[in-house]
Protein backbone atom coordinates (compact mmCIF):
# COMPACT_ATOMS: atom_id res chain seq x y z
CA UNK A 1 0.00 0.00 0.00
CA UNK A 2 0.86 3.60 -0.79
CA UNK A 3 -0.45 6.49 1.54
CA UNK A 4 -0.14 10.24 0.43
CA UNK A 5 -0.13 12.64 2.67
CA UNK A 6 -0.88 16.79 1.00
CA UNK A 7 0.20 19.98 2.31
CA UNK A 8 0.57 23.67 1.73
CA UNK A 9 -3.68 24.13 1.20
CA UNK A 10 -5.09 27.55 2.39
CA UNK A 11 -6.33 31.11 1.56
CA UNK A 12 -5.09 33.46 -0.44
CA UNK A 13 -5.85 36.45 -3.11
CA UNK A 14 -6.25 36.46 -6.76
CA UNK A 15 -2.98 36.23 -7.99
CA UNK A 16 -1.45 35.18 -5.72
CA UNK A 17 1.14 31.37 -5.28
CA UNK A 18 0.89 28.73 -3.46
CA UNK A 19 2.93 25.62 -3.50
CA UNK A 20 1.28 22.24 -2.68
CA UNK A 21 3.79 19.22 -0.91
CA UNK A 22 2.67 15.71 -1.41
CA UNK A 23 4.66 13.05 0.83
CA UNK A 24 4.50 9.55 -0.14
CA UNK A 25 4.71 6.22 2.62
CA UNK A 26 4.86 3.16 2.12
CA UNK A 27 5.30 0.81 -0.52
CA UNK A 28 6.86 3.96 -2.55
CA UNK A 29 9.15 1.74 -5.05
CA UNK A 30 6.04 0.79 -7.03
CA UNK A 31 4.83 4.23 -7.83
CA UNK A 32 5.59 5.64 -11.36
CA UNK A 33 3.49 8.46 -12.45
CA UNK A 34 2.08 10.90 -9.64
CA UNK A 35 -0.27 13.65 -10.19
CA UNK A 36 -2.34 16.31 -9.12
CA UNK A 37 -6.69 16.00 -9.22
CA UNK A 38 -9.34 18.92 -8.09
CA UNK A 39 -12.68 19.03 -7.11
CA UNK A 40 -14.55 22.16 -6.77
CA UNK A 41 -17.77 22.06 -4.52
CA UNK A 42 -20.63 21.04 -6.20
CA UNK A 43 -18.29 19.68 -9.29
CA UNK A 44 -16.70 16.53 -10.38
CA UNK A 45 -13.11 15.82 -9.76
CA UNK A 46 -10.65 17.25 -12.55
CA UNK A 47 -7.71 16.52 -13.71
CA UNK A 48 -5.17 19.16 -13.40
CA UNK A 49 -1.85 17.90 -13.91
CA UNK A 50 0.54 14.56 -14.02
CA UNK A 51 3.99 13.45 -14.25
CA UNK A 52 6.02 10.33 -15.05
CA UNK A 53 8.61 8.85 -12.64
CA UNK A 54 11.70 10.73 -14.29
CA UNK A 55 9.70 13.79 -14.73
CA UNK A 56 10.24 13.49 -18.88
CA UNK A 57 6.35 13.87 -19.34
CA UNK A 58 4.37 16.00 -17.75
CA UNK A 59 1.03 17.14 -18.67
CA UNK A 60 -1.24 19.70 -17.38
CA UNK A 61 -4.93 20.66 -18.06
CA UNK A 62 -5.72 23.94 -20.27
CA UNK A 63 -6.87 26.00 -17.30
CA UNK A 64 -3.67 25.63 -15.56
CA UNK A 65 -1.47 25.61 -18.30
CA UNK A 66 1.65 28.12 -18.20
CA UNK A 67 0.52 28.94 -14.15
CA UNK A 68 0.97 25.67 -12.53
CA UNK A 69 4.07 23.67 -12.58
CA UNK A 70 4.31 20.05 -11.61
CA UNK A 71 7.27 18.50 -9.52
CA UNK A 72 8.73 15.54 -7.86
CA UNK A 73 11.58 14.76 -5.83
CA UNK A 74 11.73 11.46 -5.89
CA UNK A 75 14.77 10.69 -2.87
CA UNK A 76 12.00 12.69 -0.66
CA UNK A 77 9.47 10.75 -2.19
CA UNK A 78 7.34 13.70 -2.49
CA UNK A 79 5.55 15.59 -5.21
CA UNK A 80 4.97 19.43 -5.17
CA UNK A 81 2.45 21.09 -7.63
CA UNK A 82 3.51 24.98 -7.93
CA UNK A 83 0.50 27.55 -8.16
CA UNK A 84 1.16 30.83 -9.78
CA UNK A 85 -1.45 33.45 -11.12
CA UNK A 86 -4.29 31.61 -8.95
CA UNK A 87 -7.96 32.44 -9.57
CA UNK A 88 -10.81 32.39 -7.82
CA UNK A 89 -11.81 29.76 -10.13
CA UNK A 90 -8.72 27.64 -8.85
CA UNK A 91 -10.60 27.18 -5.46
CA UNK A 92 -11.20 23.62 -4.79
CA UNK A 93 -10.05 20.70 -2.84
CA UNK A 94 -6.85 19.42 -4.54
CA UNK A 95 -6.21 15.94 -4.41
CA UNK A 96 -2.32 14.25 -5.15
CA UNK A 97 -2.27 10.84 -6.54
CA UNK A 98 0.09 7.74 -7.46
CA UNK A 99 -0.31 5.10 -10.37
CA UNK A 100 2.07 2.22 -11.19
CA UNK A 101 1.21 3.24 -14.77
CA UNK A 102 4.67 4.43 -16.40
CA UNK A 103 3.08 6.50 -18.73
CA UNK A 104 1.38 9.31 -17.47
CA UNK A 105 -2.54 9.71 -18.08
CA UNK A 106 -5.35 12.03 -17.27
CA UNK A 107 -7.60 9.52 -16.56
CA UNK A 108 -9.19 9.44 -12.86
CA UNK A 109 -9.70 5.80 -12.90
CA UNK A 110 -6.22 4.84 -13.92
CA UNK A 111 -4.58 6.35 -10.18
CA UNK A 112 -5.11 3.43 -7.69
CA UNK A 113 -3.58 5.94 -4.45
CA UNK A 114 -5.34 8.88 -3.25
CA UNK A 115 -4.75 11.45 -0.44
CA UNK A 116 -7.20 12.89 1.53
CA UNK A 117 -6.80 16.48 -0.40
CA UNK A 118 -5.95 19.93 1.02
CA UNK A 119 -8.28 23.04 0.21
CA UNK A 120 -7.36 26.07 -1.74
CA UNK A 121 -9.30 29.01 -1.50
CA UNK A 122 -8.89 32.16 -3.60
CA UNK A 123 -10.70 35.09 -2.40
CA UNK A 124 -11.40 38.05 -5.82
Known amino acids: QVQLVESGGGLVQAGDSLRLSCAAS????????MGWFRQAQGKEREFVATMSWSGASTFYAESVEGRFTISRDNAKNTLYLQMNGLKPEDTAVYYC?????????????????WGQGTQVTVSS
Open 97 to 113: TASLRLIPTINRQDYGY
Open 26 to 33: GRTSTINT
